[in-house]
T-cell receptor, first 115, second 112 residues
């Protein structure tokens, strides 16, 4: 069975500093995708970044980058130059084509950005 | 803009009184999902539609049902809500095979 683990229930970061949110996964499928979502207190799930299992380069989207280490099965999210608006819950999720198009989420990390 | 819309944004229902949550999409995605997210927990998949094919998760209670009358709309019916069903309900869509989910803003359900 696939599993997504986020070991940091909560984190603090100083405004303008970088922060890394950890995510490890477990799957035996060769083809999968990894997502990071941001969920503010209002509840909507906002897509941040995607990494495919066959992608050779780490994904980047503006201030977000994904540190993909396939052999270690980790997909950590790096947020550079943190802003107050980055305070939210962050979820790592995995998609496998063999799982019938279902997305499985980790337990999330609550990030608080300090001014 | 193409999007996924959930109505209502907030829903209060009485214990045991049937309630329906709705989701519509303008993306023409063939897969639609309903997730339940309780406070401080990860979203949990209840069921999904692959076109008209309904797929129920094994641990989804019988109290929860869904309808998808056409590509654009999907409904979540809770036949007899209990206090434990209070949660955020998230609708999402995707085009089969690429995992690119689009989420609605969610409906926060309160049971009184």
């Amino acid at each position: 069975a696939q599993k997504i683990t986020q070991t940091q229930p909560g984190m603090f970061v100083q405004e303008k500093e970088a922060v890394t949110l950890d995510c490890t996964y477990d799957t035996s499928d060769p083809s999968y995708g990894l997502f990071w979502y941001k969920q503010p207190s209002s509840g909507e799930m906002i897509f941040l970044i995607y990494q495919g299992s066959y992608d050779q380069q780490n994904a980047t989207e503006g201030r977000y980058s994904l540190n993909f280490q396939k052999a270690r099965k980790s997909a950590n999210l790096v947020i550079s130059a943190s802003q107050l608006g980055d305070s939210a819950m962050y979820f790592c999720a995995m998609f496998r084509k063999s799982s019938g198009d279902k997305l499985t989420f980790g337990t999330g990390t609550r990030l608080a950005v300090r001014p | 803009d193409a999007m996924v819309i959930q109505n209502p944004r907030y829903q209060v229902t009485q214990f045991g009184k049937p309630v329906t949550l709705s989701c519509s999409q303008t993306l023409n995605h063939n897969v639609m999902y309903w997730y339940q997210q309780k406070s401080s927990q990860a979203p949990k998949l209840l069921f999904h539609y692959y076109d008209k094919d309904f797929n129920n998760e094994a641990d989804t209670p019988d109290n929860f049902q869904s309808r998808r009358p056409n590509t654009s709309f999907c409904f979540l019916d809770i036949r007899s809500p209990g206090l434990g069903d209070a949660a955020m309900y998230l609708c999402a869509t995707s085009r089969v095979g690429n995992g690119g989910y689009t989420f609605g803003s969610g409906t926060r359900l309160t049971v009184v």
